[in-house]
Each structure stands twice: as C-alpha cells, then as structure tokens.
C-alpha cells in the first residue's frame, strides 16, 4: 500500500519530484567541479607482509616510499643506443625525467654521499654489495649507462645494446600526483628521444588512471537502448529507464566522487559502481513500466491507476530485489578489507538510489508522459509484440515443464562443464603482459623482456633493517645478506637500491629470472621469507621482501582466505530475505544452488578466456593473464544480487499464478509468460552494458566485465529460465513447502501486492475483466491450503 500511494503521489505532483532529483544532481556536480575527483589505481590491502613493508620504508627511508617509474627506450633501426646521436639522445631524455617535477633525482644525493667518500654509509654498503653479487661476464648482462665516466644512477643498458632501462622514483604515490604528471613526464623524454628516433616505452606501473567511460562502454549503453525500444515498442517508454540509469550514475558515482578527497576510492570502485547503477537502473524501470503498459492494455486502467499499481506491485519486487544486491555488496564488510568495503559501500549506495529513483522518479516521468506511454500507434505495436513474447514464453515454459527431466539435466551439465577451466584458476594481479600488444604497457613488457629478462619486468625489493636503530648495517651483514640471496635459484642480481643517512636501513634490489606472474617468481618469494627469517635470527636484523609478486601473493593469500567467509555470510543473508519473500524452503535452496552453478560456469569462462587465451579474437582481447586476485570475490557478490533479481522476478509471477490456484504446471507457463520476455530483455541489457567494459584498456576492467557479462548470461537463460523452471515443474506443490511453525513465524511481505488488490479493487470495467482472477488462496496460506486450491482449480 506505501509503494501504491508513493506512486499515485509522484505521479500526480511530478514537477515536485523531478525538481527535488534534479537539486540533488546539481548538488553532486557543484561539488565535483569545486573538489574534483581524486582516484588511485594501487591495490593495497592492509595486514599483508609486503604492505607492511613498504609502509615501514615510508617511516624509515621516506625518499624511496614514492610511486616507482619505469621507461625502456629502444633503438628503432637497429644499433647501439649507448653510441653516437643515439647515446646523446638518450642522456637527454634521462636529464628531462629527472629534471621534471614530482621526480626524484638520485645524481643530488648520490653526489653528496661521495663527497663523504668513506665515512658514507651507502658508499662502503655499495662496495659490499657489488663484491657479493660478482662480476658476470660483460657481454651476458646489462651495463650502466655511462656519462663522463661515471655511471648515470638508475640507468641500465642490455647486453645487446638495442635498449635502455631508466628506473626511477616519483616524490609522491602515483595516484597522488597532480592529474598529467605521469604523461608530462614521458612526452618530456619522449621529446629528446626523438632526435634520434628512440621509442620511449613506459611500464604498466606508470599506467594512468583508465578512462571510466569509453567507446565500448557507450556502444553497451546503445545496445540497451535499441533492446527496450524493441521490448517497449515505443521511444518515449524506452527512453525512461535510459533516464533513471543515467540519474542514478550521475548521483551514485558522482557522489562517490565528492567523497575521494576523504577516503581512497580505486578506479575499480568508480567503474563497478558505473556498471552496476547502469544495469540495475535500466533493469528496475523497464520492470515496472512494463506493468503499468500491462495493466493499461490488459486491465484497461488509466494510466494514473496503472502507474500506481504497477509501483505497488513490481515496486515492490523491484525493492526487495534491490536489497538481495545491497545486502550481497554490503557482505564484502566482513572481510576488512579497505579496499573491498570502498568498492562495497559505493556499488550498494548506487544501488539503492537507483532503487528509490525507480519507486519516486519513474512514476513522476509517468506523471508527465501521461497517457501517451501507450499511445494508439504504441498500444497497436504493444499489443501485437506483447502478445507474440508472450507466445513464445509461453511456448518456452510448456516446453520446459513438459520435459522437466532433459531440461534439468542440460541446465545442470552446461554450467558443470563450463566450469572446467576453474579448477585450473590462477591469481595474480594486472602486469604488462596483461595488457593489448598496441599499448605501449605491452610493448614495454615485451621489449624488456627480449632485452633484459622477463624478471626485470617486476624487481623484488629486499629491506634490510637493524633491530638495533642505534647501531648501522655493518658492511659485512650486507654481504651475507646480499650473498644468500644471489645464490637463491632463479635470483638473476642483487644490487643496492638506496639506504637512509644513518645506516640503518638498506634497500637491496632482486632481478628474479621469471616474470612478475610466474609460478618460479612467485616460489622465489617464499624461499627468500624462509631465508630471510634465519639470517634475521642469526646476524640482528630485520628483513622483508615487497614488490610487485610479493604484493600479488599476499593479495591473493588474503582474498582466498576470507572468500569462504564472505560466500557463507551473503548466503545465509540472502537466503533468510527469500525464504522472506517466497515463503518456501524449496525456492530458496533451489535458487542457491542455481548461482553455485552460474559463478563455477562464470569463473571458467573467466579462466579460459583470460589465463588459456580461448577466444580472446571474439572480445578483442590479445593477452594471457592470470585472472586478477579481486575478481573473484567481487563477482560472486555482485552476480549473486544480479541473480536473485531475476529469481525475484520469475519467481514472484509463477507464485502470483499458484495463488490464484494454478495447478504446478500451469503456474510455471503462466509465470514465464508474464515475466520471461522482460527478464530475457533485462538480461540481454546488463549482458550488453557490462560487455561494453571489456574493451576498456585496463585489464581489471576487462576481467570484470567479461566476468559480469558471461555470469549474468548463464544464469538469466541457462539457470532462471530452464534449470529454476524445471525445478519448480518438478517439484510441483512440495516447491511450496513450509513448515507450519514456520510459515506461523514469518511475516507476510505481499511481494506480489495481493493485499493491494484484495483492499483497492479494480475500477469500472476492469474489475470485471479482472474478476476472472479473484485469489482463491489468501497471501499467507500455507502449504495445505494451496494445494486444496489447486484441486479445487483441477476440478473447475
């Protein structure tokens, strides 16, 4: 009755809601243009080892806790680029990068250290150091880049002589840097370079933050509009859930925007707040305008009555499955972690106000179309297009009830065998083979590689501390260190990186011989722990390993750990609001194991794209990753709220037709008829926005959208609409069982609005076009008087 009287409210006031949303749009857009946004691409997770490392550098030596740069330059034509105009080229992109702003430049305090000559801490460790690592033979590695006969710090040469690599540091973390930074300072060595026609190639770490919304992004939008101009037959009716999706982004994700000068919000949490207020919004509007056009031709209702009721009944729908999805994010804040609750917080409040959009500003749009959201012309392609979905989903559900056992077994056997590739998963996070050959992430990676080794893709970082803060490193304590670590197998070099003015912590630099995503890099990580923990124990001091393996094990060390967690608490949740909603324990269960079997299937499909290169041509895709370590959790959340919204939806109309009586079978036509058409076509226009993601150029976003467009895929066609309708056929009346103390306990939702029509009757004529679908079974009956129902309704 609240939903009911809201949109007869909003319906009949509209210029009073739509000015209220309006106010607060313009509240969220001043905001952002006196505080811009400030996004971060760093995934931390607090309580890791390696984070906990470079938390500690940041205290003790400040100057080497920067965002870390790195460019190969590379000779186009062939040649040496340490000789001729090649070399003068390259000395000068090098002094451009340090001479730009927000770099560190190491010449400055390298210079003063030597002016100390012995009596430098870092002099004598870089002495120690270098005895210990050896001398390999000149022509089997890389050489620093020399300027008047000095070594130009930071600056390697390959074996060969075609590349360069320049590492370097920034003053701040990456994301933290004014907004061009990072460009600015690869066009100023792109600049010199190009006197002698070098590439300049930045690494993945020097990645900007990727563009929140693209081409394919709005050619998923376009295709969502093109499905509901189809499905609504109408341009005005298709154009009002377009509106709502778009509102709710601008309020959801703007307003997370104001709030990234208070908290660290990742780029991630802006996109999956994106996809999921453009899915949602569009979806929860074409619900309900679906039924108010339903109850216009079918009841022949006003359209100030049928806007009402249409938001009393799927309102209502639309409400609770909005909090199935809020209650799934909200479930990511049982884990602690920062980075997850951000993403969480933000994706559930988009949410939300794309719900309350649908239920205050969709009925005020209604308001102000009026009679004209079914028009002659519309009412003529409504009723002829209506009546053909309806056929075929009527088709469809006979079909399935009728052969409930193949159905079952096929719907239960797609997602099993899709599900293959998991078992062979792996996890890592985004690095530059991650990303497309035509990027120059790629290219770096790949040039590197070639060049160098695929190790120096992705150095280690070794922080060497003295338990004792009043005593130094000792030059001895640093060979020992820097020897064992040399003779770790698969360890390429070990060099000095930097150490605090006082000595007493020393930044040592680990060329593994693998890539950053490895399986030896990464068993490398957990030799050199073990190896550390005794040379700590033996010689004082303190050692930890950070960088990019270090921090992609941690990560995923930590999310593998709390996903069962997360699984068993959004579980537990969720199933209390169905078995809430549909007053069923067989529904419920049913649904559950119904999203076990769509993210297993998502999670292969994910693997075998991704991590196997199995029809990456199809996406545009030319890239084998692991998949990344965050996905995982964040899919099952948003996947299980996105899933249970179409269980609401299908669910809820074969329930509607079992209450009227409807024997089994005919309750499950009945409710495909009504609902499978909208959920086909809301399906297909999440299926399509979230698909526009994977050609984002950033590999998170990639993984994230195909992960989202193939879960939503399988579950909506292979799982809501065969495997949950053979289920309800097969189960027939025990799909409604519930224990009697039970269905006593439990409130009555009236999810369907039952109460709605039983208090306010249909007016004139069509409450007698209505009346041949009087309830013969009130909205809280229990299991017995259903079935007495439906025998009575046999018998009739």
Not at 294 to 313: C, N, Y
Not at 714 to 736: N, Q, S
Not at 760 to 773: C, S
Request: hydrophobic share 50%.
């Amino acid at each position: 009755m609240l939903l009911y009287r809201l949109g007869r409210l909003a319906y009949g006031r509209p210029w009073y809601v739509v000015v209220g949303w309006l106010a607060v749009v313009c509240t969220v857009v001043t905001l952002l243009a006196v505080n811009p946004a400030k996004l971060s691409n760093e995934v931390r997770i607090d309580g890791t080892p390696a984070q906990a490392v470079i938390d500690d550098l940041a205290k003790s030596l400040p100057e080497a806790a920067g965002g870390q740069g790195m460019v190969a330059f590379h000779v186009r034509g062939g040649g040496r680029i340490d000789g001729g105009q090649s070399r003068v080229a390259l000395l000068a992109a090098v002094n451009a990068v340090y001479g730009h702003d927000h770099v560190v430049d190491p010449r400055k305090a390298l210079a003063g250290e030597l002016a100390k000559g012995a009596k430098s801490p870092l002099v004598r460790a870089q002495a120690a150091v270098t005895g210990a690592a050896g001398q390999p033979a000149a022509d089997q590695s890389p050489v620093a880049l020399q300027d008047d006969g000095r070594p130009v710090p930071g600056v390697i040469v390959s074996a060969d002589g075609s590349t360069a690599l320049m590492q370097f540091q920034f003053d701040q973390q990456t994301y933290e840097l004014p907004t061009g930074t990072i460009e600015s300072t690869v066009r100023a060595a792109q600049q010199q370079a190009d006197r002698a026609h070098l590439d300049v190639l930045p690494s993945a770490s020097m990645m900007e933050l990727p563009e929140i919304m693209g081409v394919g992004e709005v050619a998923g939008v376009v295709v969502a509009a093109v499905v509901l101009l189809v499905t609504l037959g109408s341009l005005v009716a298709a154009g009002l859930p377009l509106i709502i999706a778009l509102m709710g982004v601008t309020v959801g994700v703007g307003g997370t925007f104001t709030l990234s000068r208070v908290f660290e919000i990742h780029s991630l949490t802006a996109v999956l707040a994106l996809m999921l207020g453009l899915a949602v919004g569009i979806d929860y509007a074409l619900f309900i305008v679906t039924r108010q056009r339903r109850l216009i031709l079918h009841q022949g209702l006003d359209a100030h009555e049928a806007a009402g009721r249409a938001t009393g009944t799927a309102g209502s729908a639309v409400f609770f499955a909005g909090a199935t999805v809020v209650i799934a994010l909200a479930g990511l804040l049982v884990v602690g972690i920062t980075l997850l609750t951000t993403m969480a917080l933000a994706a559930a409040a988009t949410v939300a106000i794309s719900v309350l959009l649908a239920l205050t500003l969709l009925p005020a749009l209604l308001g102000l179309v009026g009679e004209r959201i079914c028009s002659d012309t519309a009412r003529s392609r409504l009723q002829q297009h209506t009546s053909t979905a309806r056929t075929r989903a009527a088709v469809w559900g006979s079909l399935v009830a009728r052969h409930k056992y193949p159905t079952l077994v096929a719907a239960f056997l797609i997602p099993l065998v899709l599900a293959v590739p998991a078992l062979g998963m792996k996890m890592g996070l985004p690095s530059g083979a991650s990303y497309n050959p035509d990027t120059a992430q790629r290219q770096s990676y790949d040039v590197v590689s070639a060049a160098f080794g695929p190790g120096y893709n992705g150095p280690l970082m070794i922080v060497v501390h003295s338990v004792d803060a009043s005593r130094p490193l000792s030059p001895a304590t640093l060979t020992t260190v820097a020897s064992v670590l040399k003779g770790t197998k698969d360890v390429v070099s070990v060099s000095l990186a930097g150490m605090n003015s006082n000595g007493t912590t020393a930044v040592l630099g680990l060329v593994p011989g693998a890539g950053p995503n490895d399986d030896g890099t990464k068993n490398l990580v957990t030799a050199v722990r073990a190896k550390s923990a005794q040379i700590g124990d033996r010689y004082g001091v303190r050692i930890g390993i950070t960088g990019f393996t270090a921090l992609a094990t941690d990560v995923s060390d930590r999310l593998a750990d709390v996903l069962p967690l997360y699984v068993i608490t959004v579980l537990g949740l969720s199933l209390m609001v169905l078995l809430l909603v549909f007053r069923s324990v067989v529904v419920p269960t049913m649904a559950t194991l119904g999203f076990l079997l769509s993210i297993a299937a998502t999670f292969g499909i994910t693997t075998a794209v991704f991590q196997w290169g199995w029809l990456q041509t199809l996406f545009g895709l030319d890239a084998k990753a692991p998949v990344v370590s965050l996905l995982p959790i964040i899919v099952t959340g948003v996947l299980y709220g996105l899933a249970m919204d179409y269980q609401m939806f299908l669910v809820t109309s074969i329930r509607e037709a079992r209450m009227h009586g409807d024997t089994p079978f005919r309750a499950t036509v009945s409710g495909i008829a009504h609902a499978g058409a909208v959920v086909v076509a809301a399906a297909t226009i999440m299926v399509s926005v979230f698909a526009g993601f994977i050609f984002n150029p950033q590999p998170m976003i990639k993984q994230a959208g195909l992960a989202l467009a193939a879960g939503i895929l399988i579950d909506a066609f292979v799982v809501r609409m065969a495997f949950i309708p053979a289920t309800m056929a097969l189960a027939g009346e025990k799909a409604w069982w519930i224990p009697r103390w039970l269905d006593r306990l439990l409130p009555n939702l009236d999810v369907e609005g039952d109460t709605l029509a039983q208090k306010i009757l249909l007016p004139g004529p069509a409450r007698q076009q209505g009346a041949r679908t009087v309830r013969k079974v009130s909205p809280g009956a229990g299991h017995a008087q259903v079935g007495a129902a439906s025998r009575k309704a046999r018998k009739d």
